[in-house]
């Protein structure tokens, strides 16, 4: 039986700060017990959700991506999390899937929150990002990429085993959030998480967190609103096979093709 151990970091953000957002986050990684194979930060944690890439977009060669690789290395965890990146004579809002070895993986955020301009001021990406750790399939996404299902969907059963969402989701719309959630596990059968920032911005964005675990039946086996907070859990690779094989729904479905 394979497991995992995650820790989600709940968490304020600074306005457009880099690297007040970098120390801040660094205490609190300190604070996660050895034994964390992943940490998952929220969207764009290194300046809340932002639409000034040309004064704060980082190249990956910048120095939150040395900083996320030496916090792995030290902490012996994979590290993940979005914040804006320069590459191309493009910004992307790119969540960064990095490893204690120094070696990274990339995913662009496909679906690009226009009714706040997003799709201004970031290229889109066009390809997701399945990576793997100790026989998981893990597929991790970006904010707004929750309402779209089949970006989302299965293409066969084993594809993936954990849909993973990081976020600056809006308490305001905080319902969609959490019910968007649960959907994506139940149609799925996979595990589902949501990291959500709390606090303000400056743009009169209110943020309630509701960060989430919900298994491959739709149950919900964490969800924090309101506070910061790190939560650390242990989930099992083995309840995901169980489910698919006792509910084998997946081989009922539709065909797609994604152009």
Known sequence: MSTLTFSIIQTNLVWESPEENRSVL???IESIPSGTEIIILPEMFTTAFSMNPTLHAETMEGETLQWMSRISQQKKSIIVGSLMISEHEQCF???IWMQPNGVYYTYDKRHL?????E????????????TQVKGWKICPQ?????????WNRLSHADEYDLLLFVANWPSKRSLAW????????IEN????IGVNRVGSDEQGNEYSGDSSIIDPLGDILYSKSDIEEIFTTTLSLDYVSKTRNKLPFSKDKDDFLIL
């Open 26 to 28: 660094e205490s609190k």
């Open 93 to 95: 809002n790119r969540l």
């Open 113 to 117: 929150f226009s009714i706040a301009g």
């Open 119 to 130: 799709d201004e001021h970031y290229a889109a990406g066009n390809k997701r990002l399945i």
């Open 142 to 150: 970006i904010c707004y990429d929750l309402r779209f299902p089949v």
């Open 178 to 185: 959490k019910t968007l959630l649960q959907a994506r596990a």
């Open 189 to 192: 059968q996979c595990y589902v």
